[in-house]
């Protein structure tokens, strides 16, 4: 299986008084970087990959910066946890890819329990990519296919 996690790009910053944490939207900084990272995403995944996102507005804007279709879940809301993300992935069993649009430090949890058996606050940068890969009994441990940012994706072709 393979697992991208993709965090949302650069948000709003949260402001109690005037709008809920769910509907901060990506700021023009956000949105390009977005931009950036989904059409780079979108040339190296399959077709018959999956892609699921958190509900929050940012997560979406996110994931709609892909071009493809995508659902929402409530399982990678900010109030999840990393076992609920990787159950709605399906990780490990699932045998196509999955992006996972979602929120930090809920992310960086997922990788560290996948690594490391318990989740821990691993940082990815917003609008950044974690590609993680299992091959399953060919290959039970899993891997780091690749880690990237907007800044890198930029260079790439």
Request: hydrophobic letters at 45%; one cysteine or more.
């Amino acid at each position: 299986m393979e697992l991208i996690l993709w965090r949302h790009a650069e948000a709003e910053p949260h402001v109690p008084d005037r709008q809920g944490d769910q509907l901060r939207e990506l700021t023009a900084k956000g949105a390009r970087h977005a931009s950036r990272v989904g059409a780079w995403l979108d040339r190296q995944l399959p077709s018959h990959c999956r892609i699921l996102s958190s509900p929050a507005a940012r997560c979406v804007q996110t994931a709609q910066a892909l071009g493809r279709k995508f659902i929402t879940v409530e399982a990678l809301n900010t109030d999840s946890s990393a076992e609920r993300i990787l159950e709605a992935a399906g990780w490990p069993d699932n045998k196509n890819p999955v992006v996972v649009v979602g929120h930090q430090p809920l992310l960086g949890q997922v990788a560290s329990l996948i690594f490391a058996g318990t989740a821990q606050d691993w940082k990815i940068r917003k609008a950044s990519v974690f590609w993680i890969a299992s091959k399953g009994e060919e290959e039970p441990a899993p891997f780091v296919r690749l880690a990237v940012g907007p800044d890198i994706v930029g260079k790439l072709r």
